[in-house]
Every structure is written in C-alpha cells, then in structure tokens.
C-alpha cells in the first residue's frame, strides 16, 4: 500500500522543487523528485543519529580515503528504508517504469576498484551498525574514464557525473579550510612556523549515507577545490582573460580528477597535492568538532579514530602532529603519541610498485615543515627501536608505508592470507618490533547492495524461507543448508539464477547487440585488467578450449559463454594488450560456425557497479585466478559467492577463507601456493618448461603468435606472447596446466543440474560471513574501540 506521504512527498517535490506537473515531467524530474522525498527520509535519519552522537559524547570514527566507489544511490536509499514497493507503485501510475527511472541516475565512480568499492561498503555498513562515522575524501569531478571498444581497443573517455543532476548532496559554503602549499619555515626559540607559498580553499559537500531500516546515517564529506581569489580583476581589466581566471582555474584542478590507477603513480605532484588536501582538510573538520564538545586535546585518542585507507593519506600522522606542536604548543613527543591513539593504517597490496614513496625533493618543496616532522619522527623511532635497520627516509624519499605503521597503533591487512605476508614481507623488520600492531579484517561486502537490491529474486527465496533477518544478519544464511536438499526449493534457486540469465542477455542483447544464451555457463570474471589478476590466462584457456573443440565438435561440450568487464589504466598498455587480445579472440571465435552455440566470449564495455550489480547475480562460474601472494583480498570473489557462484580460483587472497567456508568441494581449486610461485620462480625457464610439457598451451601461443586473431599484423600480440615464453613473472604457463584440468571438472558437474544447483545454493548459504558489517565490528572492537549507538 502507498502510503500517502511517501507519494505526496514525490508529488510535492515534482512541483515545488522542479516546477513540473506530472504531464509535463521528463524521466530525470521523476527521478529527481523520487530521490528528495528518499532524501527528505534519509534527513531525518540523518538529523536525529548527529543528534544522538552529540548528546552521548561517543567516539567517533573518521575512515580517510582518496577513493569512493560509490554507483548509483537511489535505489540503496529506497532498498534501506524499504519504500521499493511504493516508489514502484507511485511510478507505474505515472507510467514510467522503476528500473528505468533508477538507471537514469549517474553512478559515481570516484574510485578505481576494490579499495574505493570496499570504502563503500564500509560507509554503508558503519550507518547498519550505529557507529558514528564521516567519511572524508574529494569530490572529483572527473571520476574514472568511460570505457569504449573501437575496434577491440580501449579508448578512454572523460566522465562527468556531475553532469546530470543528482539529489544526495548538501553544499556546505560555510564549511571551508584553507589549504597551504610550498613556502617556507621558520624557525624561532625552537618554535616552528610553516608560511606555505600557495594556497587553496577546500569546500565541504556532504551526502547522508543511510543505514538499513533508516535506523542511522553517518556522513561523507567529500571536498572540492576552490580559489580563495577566484578571479583577477586586474588582468581582467587590462584584457588578460585567461590570467584572470587562472586562479580559478589552477584551484580547481586539485580536485578535477581521479588518478585512473591506484597501483602506480601519475602527475605525482598533483598526486601528492590531492593526498595532502584531502587529509588536512579533514583533520581541520575533525578537530573543529572534537573542540565543540570537548577542551583537553589530550583526550583525543579516547573521542577520535582515524582510519586511513592505505597510505594515501599517510600524511595525516606529519600533519597531527604539527597542528599540535606548531599551533596548539605540544611539544613533540607528546603529540606523536596522541596521533599514534588516533591513527590506524589499512594496507591494500603487497604489490612493490603500488607502495608509494616520493621523492624527497618533491616532498620537501610541496609540505617543507612535514618533511622536517618525518624526519624527527624517523629519528624518534630509531632512537626507541636501535635494532631497526630499515628508515622511512631512505634513498632520499619519504616511505610512506613504513611512516603509516610507525604512526599508527594498529596496522590492519585485508585478508588472512595477506595479513600473513605482510608480517613476513613487507613489513617483516617493523612487525618484529611491534609483534602486537598487525592484525587481520578480512574485508567483506554490505548485503544490502550485493544481494537484497541487486538480486531480488534471490533475496525474494531466502526471506521467504529463513525471514528477513538475515539482510543485517548475513550469517543467517547458514539456515538455508537445509532447504537445499528439498528438491523443489532447489529447483526454484535454479530458476532465479536462470531468470537473471536470461533478464541479463536481454540486456546484453539490447544494449549491445551481442548474443548471449541462457543455457550457457555464464563463466564471469570481473574486475581491472593486470597481469597479476590474470585475464590472460582465462583467455588462453578460452583459445585452447575452442581448439579442442573444433577437432571433436561432435563431443558433448557443455556451452560457455567467457564474460568479462574491467578497465585497464591508461597508461598500462600489457593490460590494454590484454583487453584486445580478448575482444579480437572474440570477433574470430564467436563467428566460427564449428563452434557456435559451444563456446562464445563477451567483453561488457565500460565495468563500472551498476554493471556489476546486473551481472553479478546471473553469474554461474566466478574467476578468481590470480597468481598467489599477489591479491590482496578481492571483494568480488565474495559478492560472486554469495550470488550463488562458485569459484574458480587459485589459493589468493580470501578465496582462502571463501573456501574453507563453502567447503573445498563447492570450490574449483588449481594452481600453486603463495609458497610454490615463490619457488617456481627461481626455476631457469620456467614459462618454457610449462610449455613444452602442454599441448594445449603451446597449441595457443603460437595461434596467437601466428596472427590468428590479428589477421595482417602478426606481431600485434608479440608483447604478450614474448612476455609469457620469457619471464612469465606471473607464471600464467606454470599454472595453465592445472587451470585447465579444473575447467574441465567445471564442465562436468554443471551438466549435472542438481550437483551444480547444489554448490551454488551452498555457496550462497556459507558466505555469510563476508558481509561487511562483520569487517565493520572487527575495525569497531580491535582498531578503534568504538561502539554502537543502536
Ligand atoms: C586492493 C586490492 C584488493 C582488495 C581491495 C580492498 O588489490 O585485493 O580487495 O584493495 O581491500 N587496490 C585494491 O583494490
């Protein structure tokens, strides 16, 4: 039933916000006036939880983060204050369809993967939870590029979400801190001064992020950039118009656009730049309000935890600590002590070139008073720990992994298997001093997004059999184990997935005009393109299958359809090799009429989450095959799972834990250990070895190398093909062999619909333990000691 004032509150705003009536209204006014009366609710939310968190006194949660992977979000606010039904009823009496007037929001994609998607779900999972939270980052106006084909190349093009309007967030004019660059110091009595030789102003945008059942919402304060003179009248005057806006101009750059890689570093001073408005901004905000309510700077450990979301904004520590010295009179020891109560570090990858470090040049010249505190803290360190061998400062650069674990007293890794390694690789030396620092929060994802909204007709048969507890409960789910030996419930699992198979090859095939059949094995693998993940070697198999079939295609195959979306940053051009490589394969074996209808490959232009949110729950196989030791954790290995796809994957990560979860027998296991890559490596010829020994392999290799899908250039794929028959660093042909072999297990039990209808529902049944709002009251209880309010 509507209730009137969900539908009148759409009506009004229709109105009064946008001037329309409902004759005149156009798809985006309907969205629009459909978002402020969800707004409208998700305020009052909003209102009472800043409320409550004020007259408590509680401590507060800051997560610190360059990137938000945020998509659309109008149909979470509808999901979380369970108005779908009603917003559906109000729009079909307009007669405009609820999935359409959703896709017509812009998904903001101010995050490049994993870590800014995770930050999501965090930001979500803290509002479910009651912790009191604001989330800080910047408000780009570019978020990461739109992805193209032309003629199987990646192209890359500008976004610009801000270019439709959109209804989450509030404008805060008066919420402004100015930003100093460069300059000098001075030095008097002791006492420190920084006169920075630039200056911009950060202003505050702030969108409520509501929790489930509306029961809290917490804020992301996003900043953006502006001049503190915006414009030069003078050079105006005298006719200079592009001097005249300069100002403007050279302001707004710090928060125009997201850096499309999070593993290497690009415009580095701009990098940096973003890094440090970003942090300082938000520590300003953070201690305006700590001092509203409190006096002693000294209790901020026990009111403030701030987490940082990998080193990006490591500068947080150098920062802390000259407002306390520099300004509020604290003399040096003290303060580092009271940031190191506040700070907490999340570390995201092992991989050696994402581990920033910058040149101390550079450093010096942008933050010349941060550099000087780094270096008193580096010496402060070692004066405590003189066993240490390994210095932030070394090789004239500031490390901004080694300053994060020094400045912070908890230092968390993102997976069992990762936090492992990070004990004995990375930051082996700091671990031996502080053996009590690391600890583990294996991410997860929030249920609402990855299940309740994107996956209706599933989340419809799991609250039909074990209530609705389980979507701020996930391990819950557990209950459904055992409806899964009921065979009708079973075939009705069987018939969701099905529905959303067919639902996405609709879409596939009318957006794209590309085929897709329902009966296939929708094999997924999703995610940014990078020799570590591995897409080459889901496409090498993918050649090699086709092979295989063309010389016995009347053998009974079971059909596949190879899906894949992800981008490849830029300047990354093995990884756009890659995504050519799949997209030429395409056009070549999707047109073999030996092979049609038994093998077809589809590459989704332009991943993004709301393309996500569609194929992830009419996945049936989840391709998590990267070389071990080398990812982090994934976060999609878990939404696949627990949408009922099994994985196929390599011992990396949390397809550890997701495997000891769901049972190594729902699980394709293949491949070598972190242990193992290790070891194969140091063998000579490694990548020759493997392909001598495999047919198949070798079989598609030299396809590739012989032009079979590049017609008239045959060196087009010689990049590829040399950098695998050499140095295979990420051992694609050491583990082919073994990724075949579990493909084909693969074939066999999907042409068994029960056994596979099985591993699916107990995929789903056994991955409730990913949710994020578990990660979420791990951080509250082993890093921030922070509390529900609920
Ligand atoms: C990283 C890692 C992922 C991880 C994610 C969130 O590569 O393995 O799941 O962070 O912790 N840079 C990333 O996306």
Redesign the pocket.
């Known amino acids: 039933m509507t209730t009137p004032s969900f539908r009148e509150s759409i009506l009004r705003h229709l109105t009064y916000s946008f001037g329309k009536d409902p004759d005149h209204a156009i798809l985006e006014d309907w969205r629009m006036a459909l978002s402020l009366g969800v707004r409208d609710r998700i305020v009052d939310a909003w209102f009472k939880s800043t409320k409550r968190t004020y007259e408590t006194g509680a401590k507060r949660v800051y997560y610190l983060s360059m990137e938000y992977l945020i998509g659309r979000l109008l149909e979470d606010g509808l999901v979380n204050l369970e108005l779908v039904d009603e917003a559906r009823e109000v729009l079909a009496e307009f007669g405009y369809d609820y999935d359409t007037v959703l896709a017509d929001e812009p998904d903001a994609a101010l995050g490049?993967?994993?870590?800014?998607?995770?930050a999501a779900c965090f930001m979500e999972s803290l509002s479910t939870i009651g912790c009191p939270a604001h989330g800080y980052g910047i408000r780009y106006e570019h978020g990461l590029f739109r992805q193209s084909f032309v003629d199987g190349r990646q192209i890359e093009q500008p976004e610009l979400w801000l270019g439709q309007r959109h209804a989450w967030e509030f404008e805060r004019p008066e919420v402004r801190y100015r930003i100093g660059f460069g300059g000098h110091v001075d030095v008097r009595d002791g006492h420190y001064r920084w006169h920075p030789g630039e200056e911009v102003e950060a202003e505050a945008f702030d969108t409520p992020t509501v929790g489930w059942k509306g029961r809290w919402a917490n804020t992301l304060r996003l900043w953006s950039g502006r001049a503190i003179h915006p414009f030069d009248l003078e050079a105006f005057n005298h006719g200079d118009f592009t001097r005249a806006a300069a100002p403007e101009a050279l302001a707004r750059t710090i928060s125009r656009v997201l850096y499309p890689d999070?593993?290497t570093e690009q415009g580095r001073e701009l990098r940096l730049k973003q890094e440090y408005f970003l942090t300082a901004s938000a520590l300003r905000d953070i201690l305006r309000r700590f001092s509203n309510q409190f006096d002693d700077l000294r209790k901020l450990p026990e009111k403030v935890a701030i987490q940082l979301n990998?080193t990006h904004p490591a500068i947080a520590g150098p920062e802390l600590i000259r407002i306390l010295v520099d300004e509020k009179g604290f003399d040096f020891d003290e303060a580092m002590e009271i940031a190191q109560g506040c700070l907490s570090y999340?570390n995201?990858?092992l991989?050696p070139e994402?581990l920033e470090a910058w040149g101390e040049q550079l450093f010096g010249r942008l933050l010349p008073r941060h550099i000087g505190i780094i270096d008193r803290i580096d010496a402060t360190h070692a004066g405590r720990n003189p066993s240490r061998t390994q210095s932030m400062r070394a090789d004239q650069s500031v490390k901004m992994g080694q300053l994060s674990f020094v400045m912070a007293h908890k230092v968390n890794g993102?997976?069992a298997l990762?936090t492992d390694l990070m004990k004995t690789t990375v930051f082996s030396e700091l671990h031996g001093l502080h053996p009590d620092r690391i600890v583990n929060q294996t991410?997860g994802v929030t249920p609402r997004r990855w299940l309740l909204s994107c996956n209706p007709g599933l989340a419809g048969l799991i609250t039909e059999s074990i209530g609705e507890d389980w979507v701020d409960d996930l391990e819950q789910l557990s209950k459904l184990e055992p409806f899964i030996d009921d065979a009708g419930w079973l075939e009705h699992f069987d018939a969701v997935k099905r529905d959303n198979k067919v639902w996405l090859s609709n879409w596939m095939r009318d957006t794209y005009g590309m085929h897709a059949d329902p009966d296939a094995l929708f094999d997924v693998q999703i995610k940014?393109i990078h020799e570590y993940k591995r897409q080459h070697l889901n496409i090498l198999e993918t050649i090699a299958l086709w092979q295989e079939m063309r010389e016995n295609p009347n053998a009974d195959w079971t059909p596949r359809l190879k899906l894949f979306g992800g981008k490849a940053a830029p300047g990354y051009f093995f990884a756009k090799d890659i995504i050519r490589l799949i997209n030429d394969a395409a056009s070549v074996i999707n047109n073999d009429p030996l092979t049609q209808g038994m093998l077809r490959i589809a590459f989704l232009p332009n991943y993004n989450v709301s393309l996500a949110e569609r194929m992830i729950p009419a996945a049936d196989l989840s391709e998590q095959v990267s070389t071990a030791g080398k990812?982090?954790?994934?976060?999609g290995n878990m939404k696949l799972a627990l949408n009922g796809a099994p994985t196929i994957g390599t011992l990396d990560?949390?397809n550890v834990e997701i495997r000891e979860r769901v049972g190594a027998d729902n699980f394709f296991l293949f491949g070598m250990t972190a242990q193992e890559v290790e070891d194969r490596r140091r063998v000579e010829g490694h990548a020759g070895l493997a392909i001598a020994a495999d047919d198949r392999l070798k079989g598609a290799l030299d396809l590739i190398r012989d032009g079979r899908f590049s017609p008239g250039e045959t060196d087009r794929y010689r990049g590829i093909t040399e950098n695998l028959e050499g140095p295979d660093y990420f051992l694609v042909c050491s583990d082919f062999t073994d990724y075949w072999r579990a493909q084909r297990e693969v074939d066999v039990v999907f042409r068994d619909d029960k056994a596979w209808d099985r591993m699916a529902a107990l995929n789903t049944a056994r991955s409730g333990w990913f949710s994020s709002d578990r990660t979420i009251r791990g951080y509250m209880a082993d890093i921030w000691n922070a509390e529900s309010l609920l």
Not at 112 to 118: H, Q, S, V
Not at 631 to 635: L, R, V
């Open positions: 490049n993967g994993g870590l800014g998607r995770l999070d593993t990998d999340t995201h990858t991989l994402a993102v997976s990762h991410n940014r990812e982090a954790s994934g976060t990560g949390a």
